[in-house]
């Protein structure tokens, strides 16, 4: 099964451009990236040239000996085994984090031979930064490679509920024929999340086992970066934290705190561990703001923060929900208080606006599940795992703050009615365009 990423149209975008400098794009491990950047060379370029820096160590040989672009391309060319030209090659830098003389070999590419279309990957990027590897500032391209949201894997699970979401142009409610397929193929995606490996697992054969046993391997292979990428001295730490996940979003408070990690644990003996998780990709920091106002960032309570995955697939196989519960009505939804649901719907939203959203807390009084900065709003976001809609905390926020617009995820139709703006699950990839319609 090949499956069409929205990225895709990204890549065609920067190959295109005028003045294009070498792209890097991010990702956490087993998102696609490899396979994403091999199937765009093949489609859109004469040549393929792929060179994986953790797999080939010896290729760093070739950018700590010399800077100068024509003699790197001249010795890649001899491991490619023919000639790597400007405009018909597309290069292919797998794991460039594990070489910092190659990442840093791109500000040289740009500068002295912008023919060569170069595009590199790294799952572990931000953690040779965050350790002051030197970069390329201002001569490099980044892009954001996400998991596969609903709206892809509706794509190829259900493409005729996929383009008739897409023709909606008023907020008004879905016809039962619709809505309901549409609920039971959102539960296909909270058992798979959108890893291609789950994804293609479930879709191609529906075997609920296999899908576990993709996801599985995902975790793996995370938990084997911690052993391999981090001091022996602090695997226990992050391991700590990786696996309180579940625990930190179970509780109906879900700010984190270091106490459900390990008991006793304190702030300034994990802290460290839990940044390496998120330049890693691997968790989502959601700060608390102290004031729901623009710019989101400036009002930041850094001492108050919860912490998410970035796909709902592997939260549920890490959580051990087992699959079965997709026969069980909307336990899926529900499961340990909604978290998979917001989760999920974190996730819609990080691909359509820019930066990560917040959330507002007053007190004891009320909580709001996300802010989003759209445009100079700022829109309250509440996230509802059933039908049960009501909100004191989005009610008390909406009387105190009085927002032009506020949205409730829920799995009521779609509707707009009184500045609120009630939109199905399903539909979070659409948020951003719903919003025109209100």
């Not at 259900?158 to 008004?172: F, G, M, V």
């Not at 490996?197 to 086992?209: F, K, P």
Request: charged share 25%.
């Amino acid at each position: 099964m090949e499956i069409k990423r929205d990225i895709t149209g990204q890549l065609v975008r920067w190959k295109d451009k005028p003045g294009r400098k070498p792209l890097i794009l991010q990702g956490i491990r087993q998102v696609g990236k490899t396979w994403l950047l091999k199937d765009f060379g093949r489609k859109y370029f004469s040549d393929v040239a792929y060179f994986n820096f953790d797999k080939q160590k010896e290729l760093g040989q070739f950018f700590s000996t010399t800077k100068d672009p024509k003699r790197i391309i001249e010795n890649l060319s001899l491991v490619h085994g023919k000639a790597i030209l400007p405009h018909k090659t597309f290069i292919i830098f797998d794991e460039i984090q594990e070489c910092n003389d190659a990442l840093n070999s791109l500000k040289y590419f740009q500068e002295e031979e912008p023919g060569y279309s170069i595009a590199s990957a790294g799952s572990l990027l931000g953690v040779a930064l965050s350790r002051g590897a030197s970069f390329p500032v201002g001569k490099v391209e980044f892009m954001d490679m996400h998991p596969l949201t609903f709206s892809e894997f509706l794509n190829e699970a259900a493409p005729e509920l996929a383009s008739y979401l897409n023709q909606i142009d008023k907020a008004e409610p879905i016809p039962d024929i619709f809505f309901n397929p549409l609920c039971e193929k959102l539960k296909m995606y909270f058992i798979s999340g959108g890893m291609p490996e789950a994804v293609v697992t479930m879709l191609e054969n529906m075997d609920l086992s296999a899908t576990q046993d993709a996801l599985h391997n995902v975790i793996n292979s995370y938990l084997l970066d911690f052993s391999k990428h981090v001091d022996n001295k602090d695997v226990p730490k992050i391991t700590y934290i990786w696996n309180s996940l579940p625990s930190q979003l179970a509780r109906e408070n879900k700010k984190f705190l270091y106490q459900t990690v390990r008991p006793g644990a304190r702030a300034r003996e994990y802290e460290d561990a839990l940044l390496w998780l998120v330049n890693a990709g691997l968790v989502l920091r959601i700060n608390c703001s102290s004031k729901p106002h623009i710019p989101l960032a400036s009002y930041d309570d850094l001492t108050a923060f919860k912490v998410y995955l970035p796909d709902v697939g592997v939260l549920r196989r890490l959580s051990l929900l087992n699959p079965v519960a997709i026969t069980e009505g909307n336990r899926l939804f529900t499961e340990f208080r909604g978290a998979l649901t917001e989760n999920f719907i974190l996730s819609g939203l990080l691909t359509q606006y820019e930066g990560l959203p917040r959330y507002w807390r007053s007190g004891n009084r009320a909580e709001v599940d996300f802010l989003i900065q759209f445009k100079n709003d700022i829109i309250p976001v509440e996230v509802k795992s059933d039908e049960n809609v009501r909100s004191k905390s989005l009610a008390f926020y909406r009387k105190e703050f009085n927002p032009e617009i506020s949205i409730r995820f829920s799995l009521r139709n779609l509707k707009f009615d009184n500045g609120l703006l009630n939109i199905p699950l399903f539909m979070v990839d659409h948020t951003k365009r719903l919003l025109k319609f209100v």
